[in-house]
């Protein structure tokens, strides 16, 4: 091979040469035409670069279309360059924070001086970017020197830009240009425009600049594009069905909970329904922890300031946190529970320990206390106080994979009850190239993050890895699982921790009589008991597994005459431990029926004057209709078998 040939290897292992200085887009070429039409960027060893960026070296290559999370992230990023063109062009003088892409769409911070920006506007800028985008303008990359850019941004007046640039180092800035918009961007955008056909404004809302509250308060303007008209009309009909499912909406309409600006914002209020149902989660899991040898613990809702900074939370999240309560004695300061794990390694600490003793495996619904930004808050998903089904187990290093699987298993089997079948797991590791963001040692990480990936492996896991995504103190294991509208939540994680039992100095005597550290486990399979029921109320639209339903039946009286014997059907179900309420309004069938329906009720039994003769009652199943008459037993039994389906571990 000549020195002007480089050898590219592509992700089914095959090896390509190539002369020095050739593009992904010309490497897609090569293979088909129809590729090539559809890349958007690649990845070269690891990184996302321009598909018009030359490659000058022996590189591995994945060529990016919009099938790949990486792709629609370029598409998206190259988005909000051009709605920032299109607002320009639109607003002369206004000026920009950052643009960057998210999850599902991209936003951009845009300072509008004394304009207000109406939410009626947003269809002419999106008309504006699509006119732009039929220009197919190419997104041009410029190195471009510290000075040079200071100079340009001056002269244009953005001071946002100028605060960007005093973070950066010289030799390490580049520009983007498309049509008349430049940018201060790391890039990488898509070939041009014309790859975006579809386009929609969602809303506007406000954002401080850097996020705090002390400077400025910006216009964000939050929008989504696709390569293709019908996947925009696809994704707003999922955004229609996600607004009937807002676990906000239902919520207030099934009375599960509420909010209280005297309470304090972030602050849930449950409601009797909600706590019932919050009960009944919390009893599930006390069950399966029973099950696998969790004992019940309980710790107060604030620490001694030194428990934290032992820890080391309070060094990483302090700032963050509610400020320190003071008490009388000078000095003496407590904090509002942030985490549940130092407590456990207290408890842990309060007797010696044997390795015959372990593992020890403490768990506490315990409700911790995080200060969230005003703007951060949005219904159960984003609290300030919240409770997590936590658990923290004490093992031998030997121990540690198994112990790990087991964990696995259990939250596989809350996954099974409550219909969530489409997960991936997420091996979450420390960022190699950031290590000062995380305590511990090397080694202990090391053997943390092995024990997990192969933990994952042999319970024959789907898995992806990301780096930088560990808890500052061990690798872990999260749950991402796609509710019904397909969306990903995180929910359910476990992590592997060597540095907490070395800073509370955790210890046990070995079989050699010597002391030695245990290895902690934190594991929670709701995440947050708050969170994970937003999650399922917008994931089952409020249909709750019959297990878990607040209201299991609802008895309807046709008339008045029946109301005694409605009263003795629901005696006799109490005695099975079936929950329902007699709906004895002065209301016709029918309209019982209608609101029971949009009350989600599973069952509703219809007694009137022939099942009180005939001893039986009229069964109707929410979203169905008539199921039948049965006798009171046979409905138990029917209304059993299918709890202990959906529970049969």
């Given at each position: 091979?000549?020195?002007?040939?480089?050898?590219?290897?592509?992700?089914?292992?095959?090896?390509?040469?190539?002369?020095?200085?050739?593009?992904?887009?010309?490497?897609?070429?090569?293979?088909?035409?129809?590729?090539?039409?559809?890349?958007?960027?690649?990845?070269?060893?690891?990184?996302?670069?321009?598909?018009?960026?030359?490659?000058?070296?022996?590189?591995?290559?994945?060529?990016?279309?919009?099938?790949?999370?990486?792709?629609?992230?370029?598409?998206?990023?190259?988005?909000?360059?051009?709605?920032?063109?299109?607002?320009?062009?639109?607003?002369?003088?206004?000026?920009?924070?950052?643009?960057?892409?998210?999850?599902?769409?991209?936003?951009?911070?845009?300072?509008?001086?004394?304009?207000?920006?109406?939410?009626?506007?947003?269809?002419?800028?999106?008309?504006?970017?699509?006119?732009l985008a039929k220009q197919k303008n190419d997104y041009i990359r410029k190195d471009v020197s510290k000075k040079d850019a200071v100079a340009y941004f001056k002269e244009k007046g953005d001071e946002y830009k100028l605060?960007?640039?005093?973070?950066?180092?010289?030799?390490?800035?580049?520009?983007?240009?498309?049509?008349?918009?430049?940018?201060?961007?790391?890039?990488?955008?898509?070939?041009?425009?014309?790859?975006?056909?579809?386009?929609?404004?969602?809303?506007?809302?406000?954002?401080?600049?850097?996020?705090?509250?002390?400077?400025?308060?910006?216009?964000?303007?939050?929008?989504?594009?696709?390569?293709?008209?019908?996947?925009?009309?696809?994704?707003?009909?999922?955004?229609?069905?996600?607004?009937?499912?807002?676990?906000?909406?239902?919520?207030?309409?099934?009375?599960?909970?509420?909010?209280?600006?005297?309470?304090?914002?972030?602050?849930?209020?449950?409601?009797?329904?909600?706590?019932?149902?919050?009960?009944?989660?919390?009893?599930?899991?006390?069950?399966?922890?029973?099950?696998?040898?969790?004992?019940?613990?309980?710790?107060?809702?604030?620490?001694?300031?030194?428990?934290?900074?032992?820890?080391?939370?309070?060094?990483?999240?302090?700032?963050?946190?509610?400020?320190?309560?003071?008490?009388?004695?000078?000095?003496?300061?407590?904090?509002?529970?942030?985490?549940?794990?130092?407590?456990?390694?207290?408890?842990?600490?309060?007797?010696?320990?044997?390795?015959?003793?372990?593992?020890?495996?403490?768990?506490?619904?315990?409700?911790?206390y995080r200060y969230e930004q005003s703007g951060e808050l949005h219904g159960l998903t984003r609290v300030r106080g919240f409770t997590q089904d936590d658990a923290h187990i004490f093992c031998r290093p030997d121990q540690?994979?198994?112990?790990?699987?087991?964990?696995?298993?259990?939250?596989?089997?809350?996954?099974?009850?409550?219909?969530?079948?489409?997960?991936?797991?997420?091996?979450?590791?420390?960022?190699?190239?950031?290590?000062?963001?995380?305590?511990?040692?090397?080694?202990?990480?090391?053997?943390?993050?092995?024990?997990?990936?192969?933990?994952?492996?042999?319970?024959?896991?789907?898995?992806?890895?990301?780096?930088?995504?560990?808890?500052?103190?061990?690798?872990?294991?999260?749950?991402?699982?796609?509710?019904?509208?397909?969306?990903?939540?995180?929910?359910?994680?476990?992590?592997?921790?060597?540095?907490?039992?070395?800073?509370?100095?955790?210890?046990?005597?070995?079989?050699?009589?010597?002391?030695?550290?245990?290895?902690?486990?934190?594991?929670?399979?709701?995440?947050?008991?708050?969170?994970?029921?937003?999650?399922?109320?917008?994931?089952?639209?409020?249909?709750?597994?019959?297990?878990?339903?607040?209201?299991?039946?609802?008895?309807?009286?046709?008339?008045?005459?029946?109301?005694?014997?409605?009263?003795?059907?629901k005696t006799l179900l109490e005695e099975h431990d079936i929950v329902g309420a007699i709906d004895n309004r002065d209301e016709k069938i029918g309209r019982k029926i209608r609101d029971a329906e949009v009350k989600k009720?599973?069952?509703?039994?219809?007694?009137?004057?022939?099942?009180?003769?005939?001893?039986?009652?009229?069964?109707?199943?929410?979203?169905?209709?008539?199921?039948?008459?049965?006798?009171?037993?046979?409905?138990?039994?029917?209304?059993?078998?299918?709890?202990?389906?959906?529970?049969?571990?």
């Amino acid at each position: 091979m000549s020195n002007q040939q480089i050898k590219i290897t592509l992700p089914d292992g095959s090896v390509r040469e190539y002369e020095k200085g050739v593009s992904g887009l010309q490497i897609a070429l090569s293979i088909s035409e129809g590729l090539a039409r559809n890349v958007l960027a690649a990845k070269v060893n690891g990184e996302v670069w321009d598909s018009s960026r030359a490659i000058q070296q022996d590189s591995t290559v994945q060529l990016l279309t919009w099938n790949d999370a990486e792709g629609k992230n370029t598409f998206w990023h190259s988005s909000a360059h051009l709605m920032a063109e299109a607002l320009e062009e639109l607003y002369p003088g206004i000026k920009f924070g950052i643009g960057p892409p998210i999850e599902n769409g991209f936003y951009y911070d845009v300072d509008f001086g004394d304009k207000s920006l109406d939410g009626a506007e947003l269809e002419k800028i999106e008309a504006k970017m699509m006119e732009l985008a039929k220009q197919k303008n190419d997104y041009i990359r410029k190195d471009v020197s510290k000075k040079d850019a200071v100079a340009y941004f001056k002269e244009k007046g953005d001071e946002y830009k100028l605060d960007l640039l005093d973070g950066l180092e010289d030799g390490t800035i580049t520009f983007y240009e498309q049509g008349n918009f430049v940018d201060l961007c790391r890039g990488p955008h898509i070939p041009n425009t014309g790859f975006i056909k579809a386009a929609k404004l969602l809303n506007i809302a406000g954002a401080y600049w850097r996020g705090d509250e002390k400077n400025k308060m910006l216009t964000r303007i939050y929008g989504i594009t696709f390569p293709k008209a019908k996947e925009l009309q696809e994704y707003l009909h999922m955004l229609e069905e996600a607004k009937k499912r807002d676990h906000r909406k239902l919520g207030r309409e099934l009375e599960l909970f509420t909010f209280s600006e005297k309470v304090g914002m972030g602050l849930p209020l449950w409601l009797p329904k909600g706590t019932l149902l919050r009960e009944r989660l919390v009893n599930f899991m006390k069950r399966a922890q029973d099950k696998s040898g969790y004992q019940q613990v309980v710790t107060p809702h604030i620490g001694h300031k030194a428990l934290y900074e032992t820890s080391g939370h309070y060094e990483k999240y302090g700032k963050d946190s509610f400020q320190p309560i003071a008490t009388p004695n000078e000095g003496e300061e407590f904090l509002l529970k942030p985490m549940n794990c130092p407590h456990h390694c207290e408890i842990y600490k309060h007797k010696p320990r044997s390795y015959k003793d372990l593992p020890i495996r403490y768990a506490e619904f315990g409700t911790v206390y995080r200060y969230e930004q005003s703007g951060e808050l949005h219904g159960l998903t984003r609290v300030r106080g919240f409770t997590q089904d936590d658990a923290h187990i004490f093992c031998r290093p030997d121990q540690v994979k198994e112990e790990f699987i087991k964990v696995i298993d259990l939250v596989l089997y809350v996954f099974k009850a409550l219909g969530f079948d489409d997960y991936t797991a997420q091996v979450s590791l420390r960022d190699p190239e950031n290590k000062e963001k995380y305590i511990g040692s090397d080694e202990g990480w090391n053997k943390a993050e092995s024990a997990i990936i192969e933990a994952a492996a042999e319970r024959g896991l789907q898995t992806v890895t990301e780096l930088g995504e560990a808890a500052f103190y061990g690798p872990k294991l999260d749950f991402m699982v796609k509710d019904a509208l397909g969306r990903k939540w995180q929910l359910g994680t476990i992590q592997v921790d060597y540095n907490l039992p070395e800073r509370f100095q955790l210890e046990y005597i070995g079989s050699d009589n010597q002391k030695h550290r245990p290895v902690m486990i934190h594991r929670a399979p709701f995440g947050s008991l708050e969170r994970f029921v937003a999650v399922l109320i917008e994931h089952c639209a409020g249909n709750f597994p019959l297990w878990l339903s607040p209201d299991q039946v609802t008895i309807l009286p046709i008339s008045e005459k029946y109301i005694e014997y409605a009263e003795e059907i629901k005696t006799l179900l109490e005695e099975h431990d079936i929950v329902g309420a007699i709906d004895n309004r002065d209301e016709k069938i029918g309209r019982k029926i209608r609101d029971a329906e949009v009350k989600k009720v599973p069952f509703m039994l219809i007694v009137g004057e022939k099942e009180q003769a005939e001893g039986k009652v009229s069964v109707r199943k929410h979203g169905e209709g008539d199921f039948g008459s049965l006798t009171p037993e046979e409905f138990v039994t029917h209304f059993k078998g299918i709890i202990e389906g959906s529970l049969k571990n």
